[in-house]
Structure formats: structure tokens, C-alpha cells
């Protein structure tokens, strides 16, 4: 797995354009969409001036944790409900936890009297996601009493909602949980200026209007499209070498439950990947093809765990075992794009991306310093 750490950049600088400048929360969660936290979060702390890296957005307490071992100081906030039991590790590290509901909250300033530090906390708003947050349409009475639960041992430091559908063609929807999101912060208790945040990537690229102080981008910055009209620039390249290569006669049956016969005399390549890397195994009855030597090769037959074989029948001259077969990214003038590959399996570039596996070695690449 290769991961082109300037293209990243490159793309989270778009979504910050698009979002007129305002400041970023990278989502980093799932091991940054299984690029690799560490490497993915360093790169941007190194690259990004102070004013446009508001924080870490992260999904679970040990998520946070891995943040700080990778050395990042500044702010990181949990988006996702934490179990109670994590409240005092959420402490310990400094993090900043969204919360949902009046427990959770004295829960966090219970934690912070243990801690002795004062924390912060940002309420989530419930718009139409369902999953999180308090009822927009009773934010009258929650929010006094998140203030006075809040009292001093913590600092409320931000609101936020999430879009259910601001990748999709119409946007009507994401209009009406602002419109929801908005009447709910102006039923919230005056107190000092919390900051705002409502956009992934999809919103903060196709809505001009309204975004927040702080945007919450992900899957663009990673080389996933967020939504029609929107295309990062490739992030992920995911290939595999050839472990064999080899000529079979007519009648010659492939993988799992011999789903594939060779017609006639073919040359079959065996890449030494398979679902245990988290390639989709559905891929290869959707029509998953390779590229190999630049040109698209067909998988064959069922992907194994640890093997996947294709079809270099079609290619012109020798192909040798060690030669490099790409699944995802580019080679010469082809380009296997991971949307493509998602579409083509029935889901979304974040599932494939943060399903490829642990066992791929990641390379990082970037330009050197001062180039
Ligand atoms: C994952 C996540 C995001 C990022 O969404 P993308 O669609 O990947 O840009 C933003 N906000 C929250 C709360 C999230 O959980």
C-alpha cells in the first residue's frame, strides 16, 4: 500500500478552500481511514500552518490516546459517544469529548475534579443522524442544564450536527438539519463564544453557504469522492506483486468452488493478495480487474485469502513472477480509482479503504523537505 502523503494535503487544502478559509478538523479516526494515523497525522501537523490545524477529530478515547503517542499536543476531539468507563483515560490524555446527554456530561465533570485539570466538551446536536446527540428541538431545556452541570470544572467549548446526506444530488436535506441546527443554537444559554462546526467533506465542498468556524473533512482528503462533482485527487495505491506465473491448458478450473474454466490455452498470474488484505472478495464476481504492465487484466475465479488470480492471456510480451500488479491506483495510463472499486463491490470508498488490512506494509511518500 502506498500513500501519497502531498496529494492528501493537496486535497484537504481544496476542501479548506471551499469552505472559504475556515479551520480544519481532519478526521483521523479508523487509523486516519486506514492510510495510518501516525504517519498521515505527523505529515499534516508538519505541513499545516498553526491557524488552519484547529484539532484531531478521532472517533474513540484510544484513538485520542495514539495521538499523543504520535506527538500531537493540540486539540483532539472524540466525535463519538465514549463509554463511561473511558471518561478518566479521555482525561488523562487531554482529549475533548462530544457529548450527548446530561449524565455524560457530569460523568466528564466528574473526571475533570478526579484529573484536577479543568476539560472541555462539545454538545453534539441531533438534526436527523439519530445516532448521536441532543434532540435539536429541545435545545432550550438541555441547555441549561448542560451549562449548570458543566459549572466550572469544564469548559463548552463548541456545538456541533452532522449531515445524514450532503453527498448526495440533492442537498435539500442537509438545508433543513441546518435550519434545525441553527434554531437550536439560538435556544442554547448565552456564555462565551462556543465555536461551530457542521461539515464533513461533502458539505464543506458542495454547500457555499454556512459551514461553521471549524470544518470536519475525511474521505476527500483521503482520494474518496465526496458526492457528485467532487474529485481528490488519488491518495491510496494498493498493488500486489505476481508470487506466479504460468500457462494452462483448455479445461483448467480456478480458486474456491472452480467458478472460472479456461476456453482455450490462457496465462494466469497468481497475486500474492487476497480478502485477508482486505480486498473485497465480492470484487471478483463484480468484474474487480488489475493492472498489470499498465493495462486492466480480469480477476479470475474466487479471491482466496491470500491469493487472487488473473487473466494476462490478453497482454502483449512477457510477464514475470515479481512483476507488479496494481488493484487501486495507477500504472502507466491506467488508473483503477477506489471509487471505482467500491462501486463496482456495492458500497462506499470508506469501507474499502478502512478495510484494507494491517498485514500490507505501508509506504509513505512525499516530497523531500524544502522541495
Ligand atoms: C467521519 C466523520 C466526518 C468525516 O466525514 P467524511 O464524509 O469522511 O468527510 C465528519 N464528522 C463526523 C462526526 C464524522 O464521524
Request: proline share 5%; charged share 25%.
Amino acid at each position: 500500500m502506498e500513500v501519497d502523503l502531498d496529494a492528501l494535503l493537496r486535497n484537504l487544502r481544496r476542501v479548506r478552500q471551499a469552505a472559504r478559509g475556515a479551520a480544519l478538523l481532519p478526521m483521523v479516526k479508523a487509523n486516519a481511514y486506514g492510510l495510518g494515523l501516525a504517519p498521515v497525522a505527523r505529515h499534516l501537523m508538519a505541513s499545516l500552518e498553526t491557524e488552519a490545524l484547529w484539532g484531531f477529530g478521532v472517533a474513540a478515547v484510544a484513538e485520542g490516546e495514539a495521538l499523543r503517542e504520535a506527538g500531537w499536543r493540540g486539540r483532539v476531539v472524540v466525535t463519538a459517544p465514549a463509554p463511561p468507563g473511558e471518561y478518566a483515560r479521555g482525561a488523562r490524555a487531554g482529549l475533548t469529548l462530544a457529548l450527548s446527554e446530561i449524565a455524560a456530561v457530569r460523568e466528564w465533570a466528574d473526571a475533570a475534579r478526579d484529573a484536577g485539570t479543568r476539560l472541555a466538551f462539545h454538545t453534539e446536536i441531533d438534526t436527523g443522524m439519530g445516532r448521536a446527540g441532543f434532540p435539536a428541538a429541545e435545545a432550550a431545556e438541555w441547555g441549561r442544564s448542560v451549562a449548570e452541570a458543566a459549572g466550572d470544572l469544564l469548559e463548552w467549548e463548541g456545538c456541533f450536527t452532522h449531515f445524514h446526506s450532503a453527498d448526495e444530488a440533492d442537498l435539500a436535506s442537509a438545508d433543513a438539519q441546518e435550519e434545525r441546527f441553527r434554531a437550536a443554537l439560538a435556544l442554547l444559554p448565552e456564555g462565551p463564544r462556543r465555536v461551530v462546526h457542521t461539515s464533513n467533506s461533502a458539505a464543506a465542498l458542495r454547500r457555499a453557504g454556512f459551514g461553521g468556524d471549524v470544518v470536519r473533512p475525511g474521505i476527500f482528503m483521503y482520494g474518496g469522492e465526496a458526492g457528485p462533482g467532487t474529485r481528490p485527487e488519488a491518495v491510496a495505491s494498493l498493488r500486489a506483486r505476481l508470487g506466479l506465473v504460468r500457462r494452462v491448458p483448455p479445461g483448467t478450473t480456478v480458486g474456491y468452488g472452480a467458478t472460472y474454466t479456461s476456453r482455450r490455452q490462457e496465462r494466469w498470474g497468481t497475486l500474492t493478495i487476497g480478502y485477508g488484505d482486505g480486498l473485497p472478495r465480492r470484487l471478483a464476481a463484480a468484474g474487480g480487474e488489475a493492472l498489470v504492465h499498465g493495462r486492466r487484466v480480469p480477476v479470475i475465479g474466487r479471491i482466496s485469502m491470500d491469493m487472487t488470480v488473473v487473466d494476462l492471456s490478453e497482454l502483449p510480451g512477457e510477464v514475470r513472477a515479481g512483476d507488479v500488479a496494481t488493484l487501486i491506483g495507477s500504472d502507466g495510463p491506467g488508473e483503477i480509482r477506489v471509487d471505482e472499486v467500491a462501486a463496482r463491490c456495492g458500497t462506499i470508498s470508506y469501507e474499502i479503504l478502512t478495510g484494507l488490512g494491517l498485514r500490507l506494509p505501508r509506504t509513505y511518500r512525499r516530497a523531500p523537505a524544502g522541495a
